[in-house]
């Protein structure tokens, strides 16, 4: 796996090699990022279930001002750790710092929910969220979906901004959560993206 665009082009990253883990390929990294490509410099961009921590790199690869990369599972976390020091950038790993503290990449290790609510605590504004569960876990990922699209239980969102929940073909999420409607859909093998915009 690697960065595809901009000032990090190029370096390898590390992978969860043996876990059950479904990783966004480069194909559809590469086609997320076109499509985002003019809302993505100086953002504040969220990657909840991070995984390896590709999709928020490449963010912050592509101009991001701010990447906060959440995931619960120790060894996952370690390997986004891994990555953000391959890449020269300091992290803070730590649900008590403030988000003006540390670098430009952030690790959280929270569950999604725990993580979402600690950055709106924080006053945080996002742009951009980026929701990839395990596909098992899409249930979960619709309810955390639900409450970031509820503007009076969270501000994390900013009015202008996007959720893009990555899903299975096999799948059919709510074409509108709140005052957010799903305002794209793209397809490629046998993952979707789904891609939320406020009315």
Known sequence: MRIIAGAYRGRRLKTLRGREV??????????????????VPGSVFLDCYAGSG???????S??????????????????IEENIMA????????????PESGGKARILRADVQAGLRKLAA?????????????YALLGEALRNLSWLCDS?????MRPEGVIILEHSRKDSPPEQIGDWVRSRLLQQGSSVLSFYRKE
Not at 54 to 60: C, M, R, Y
Not at 122 to 134: E, H, R, T, W, Y
Request: hydrophobic letters at 45%; a neutral charge; proline letters at 4%.
């Open 22 to 39: 479904r990783p966004t390929s480069d194909k559809l990294r590469e086609t997320l990022f076109n499509i985002l490509r003019a809302e």
């Open 54 to 60: 590709a999709v928020g790199l490449e963010a912050l």
């Open 62 to 79: 592509r101009g991001a001002a701010q990447v906060f990369l959440i995931e619960r599972d120790a060894v996952a976390a370690r390997v």
């Open 87 to 98: 890449l020269g950038e300091r992290n803070t790993t730590a649900l008590g710092v403030s």
């Open 122 to 134: 924080q006053g945080v504004g996002a742009g951009i969220c980026f929701i990839d569960p395990p």
């Open 152 to 156: 009076s239980q969270s501000s994390l």
